[in-house]
Antibody, heavy 123, light 108 residues
Framework: QVQLVQSGAEVKKPGASVKVYCKAS????????INWVRQAPGQGLEWMGW????????GYAQKFQGRVTITRNTSISTAYMELSSLRSDDTAVYYC????????????????WGQGTLVTVSS | DIQMTQSPSSLSASVGDRVTITCRAS??????LNWFQQKPGKAPKLLIY???RLQSGVPSRFSGSGSGRDFTLTISSLQPEDFATYYC??????????FGQGTKLEIK
């Protein structure tokens, strides 16, 4: 069965960086894009960026350009999201999600999600 | 960027009620609209994709409709487990995505 398992909670100081991993299993890791979405406490879902694990190309929401980097290690089917220059308002749960393309309908959807990783930024 | 606006932001309803949540896109997104359900402390769960297609395993009391800019999610008869927050998401500008701000469905 498809699973995305994320790394554990992190506590960071302002100005530091955090790197969260997302380990995929149950499918071909290089066949589907991985996206990262975050959710601040009590707030909605915010899309951060995507990566094609096969080619390694990426794209980021304008809000995070220059601060976020998504990478992967295909040998262990793992995607990484690194966020730098952390601020208190980066405190959030960070999710990875698989982007699935339904060939029959021609539509994309986030069909599997990781369990989420809480990143707390505090001095 | 495509902006997604949901209404209402919150909604109180009773078990057995029929409930409708609306999502509007800032431009036409054809039928590239997904709906998610999220319960506290859990990851979002895909309910509906391509505006009206039910994801496998999702109860048939959930349905979606719309195209262009305006979309609705309907729950035909609310069950206790349906009280959650619902989000729409556009996939028109893939691989760039955006979500609505969410609709919290609470028990009356």
């Amino acid at each position: 069965q498809v699973q995305l398992v994320q790394s554990g909670a992190e506590v960071k100081k302002p100005g530091a960086s955090v790197k969260v991993y997302c380990k995929a299993s149950g499918y071909s890791f290089t066949s589907h894009d991985i996206n990262w979405v975050r959710q601040a406490p009590g707030q909605g879902l915010e899309w951060m960026g995507w990566m094609n694990p096969n080619r390694g190309n990426t794209g980021y929401a304008q809000k995070f350009q220059g601060r976020v980097t998504i990478t992967r290690n295909t040998s262990i089917s793992t995607a990484y999201m690194e966020l730098s220059s952390l601020r208190s308002d980066d405190t959030a749960v960070y999710y990875c999600a698989r982007d699935y393309f339904d060939i029959l309908t021609g539509y994309f959807m986030f069909d599997y999600w990781g369990q989420g990783t809480l990143v707390t930024v505090s001095s | 960027d495509i902006q997604m606006t949901q209404s209402p932001s919150s909604l109180s309803a009773s078990v057995g009620d029929r409930v409708t949540i609306t999502c509007r896109a800032s431009q036409s997104i054809t039928s590239c609209l997904n709906w998610f359900q999220q319960k506290p402390g859990k990851a979002p769960k895909l309910l509906i994709y391509a505006a009206s297609r039910l994801q496998s395993g999702v109860p048939s009391r959930f349905s979606g409709s719309g195209s262009g800019r305006d979309f609705t999610l309907t729950i035909s008869s609310l069950q206790p487990e349906d009280f959650a927050t619902y989000y729409c998401q556009q996939s028109y500008s893939t691989p760039v995505y955006s979500f609505g701000q969410g609709t919290k469905l609470e028990i009356k």
